[in-house]
Every structure is written in C-alpha cells, then in structure tokens.
T-cell receptor, first 115, second 108 residues
Framework: NAGVMQNPRHLVRRRGQEARLRCSPM?????VYWYRQLPEEGLKFMVY????????ESGMPKERFSAEFPKEGPSILRIQQVVRGDSAAYFC?????????????FGSGTRLTVV | GQQVMQIPQYQHVQEGEDFTTYCNSS?????IQWYKQRPGGHPVFLIQ?????EVKKQKRLTFQFGEAKKNSSLHITATQTTDVGTYFC????????FGTGTLLAVQP
C-alpha cells in the first residue's frame, strides 16, 4: 500500500508562472483534501473533493486557485500566476469516508517556492 | 465559520516531565482527531475520539474528548526526545479544521 503520493516534493516557480501539484490518494480512498501550511503555522483547509466533484471549497482563494479530482488520475491543485505569498507547503490527505472517519492519511507534501 | 484553537503554541520541557495540550472548537464536533508532525515532515494520524467524555490511551499518551464535544486534550506522561514535534487537533464536521498546533521541544 503506497500511501498518499504527492509530486513534486519541491517546486520552484517564478512570479506569474503556473504551479500544478498532484496527489494520488491511498488505494480505496475516495475523499481527498488539500491543506496549505505556511512556515511555523498550522494547516489551513483549502478544498475537499470526491471523484469528479468538489464537495467543499470554502478555503480556496477566489482567484488563481482551482482543484479537480477527475474520474481517472490524480487530484490536481492548480495555482495560476503565482505570487511570493503562495510560497508554502501544500499537503494532500485522503480518507476512505466522509468526515475523516478513521483519520486522514497525509502525503509528504509539495514545498512550493515562488521566486 | 468553525474555528479550532490550541494552547499553548509552544512548550519546552525537560525529558521526563509531563506535557499537555488543549484544543477548543467554536462548534460541536462529530469527532476529534489528533496528529503529530515532526519537523520537516507531514502530519501523521494518532487517534480519533467520537463519544462525549471519551478517554483513550496509547502507551504514554492520553486523549480526552469533552462532554460537550467541543474540547479535547492530549497528555504525554514522562516525555522522551522522540516526542518532539507539533501536535495538531482536528475538529471534524464534513472536513477537518485543524487547530494552530502545539510545538513540543524536549531537552535531554
């Protein structure tokens, strides 16, 4: 069981470029969550998805950020026209059921640096 | 919206001392979960509490869920250097909202 796979581990982008972060949930998990963590800070909820559906995007910035979890393939968090303030660690987590019952399994994260 | 607060933000203890972190939610929770994140690592699930007043133990760790299902605590007895990290509580409605975390430093 490979766990939650995120790639890339580290991503450097120049201001104005696009960042694409990928997450493959654990086998058998159909619920995916994205969180952002700034240095020395907590985990801030961004979006909750199930296959082909966005369940809750209340934590997503209104502009430049989007997420999807297609029928086939990984979940993608996309940040357009990145700015320095987007630099953070982005963690993906998955769970077998809603409400995180049984706990979330987190990936190792993608550390995004905007230069 | 739902908010989850944790105190203290930081705790420095001598090895062998006890440690407690407290978690409070602005809303009633369906369950509460605890995670540990080592420096430079990712959060790792420790435990889930579901019932009002529930108490669970894992070796030196004791977890409690308040009667009103709005607060929780994690207590570590006789800390060891391997306990170093940030401990997060997560309050569940349809997704987990995490507290601000408590960073535990243990001096040998």
């Amino acid at each position: 069981n490979a766990g939650v796979m995120q790639n890339p581990r580290h991503l450097v982008r120049r201001r104005g470029q696009e960042a694409r972060l990928r997450c493959s949930p654990m086998k058998g998990h159909s619920h995916v969550y994205w969180y952002r963590q700034l240095p020395e800070e907590g985990l801030k909820f961004m979006v909750y998805l199930q296959k082909e559906n966005i369940i809750d995007e209340s934590g997503m910035p209104k502009e430049r950020f989007s997420a999807e979890f297609p029928k086939e393939g990984p979940s993608i968090l996309r940040i357009q026209q990145v700015v320095r303030g987007d630099s953070a660690a982005y963690f993906c987590a998955s769970s077998p059921g809603g409400q995180g019952s049984g706990g979330y399994t987190f990936g190792s994260g993608t550390r995004l640096t905007v230069v | 919206g739902q908010q989850v607060m944790q105190i203290p933000q930081y705790q420095h203890v001598q090895e062998g001392e006890d440690f407690t972190t407290y978690c409070n939610s602005s809303t009633t929770l369906s369950n509460i979960q605890w995670y540990k994140q080592r420096p430079g690592g990712h959060p790792v699930f420790l435990i889930q509490l579901v019932k009002s007043g529930e108490v669970k133990k894992q070796k030196r760790l004791t977890f409690q869920f308040g009667e009103a299902k709005k607060n929780s605590s994690l207590h570590i007895t006789a800390t060891q250097t391997t306990d170093v990290g940030t401990y997060f509580c997560g309050g569940a409605t349809n997704k987990l909202i995490f507290g601000t975390g408590t960073l535990l430093a243990v001096q040998p």
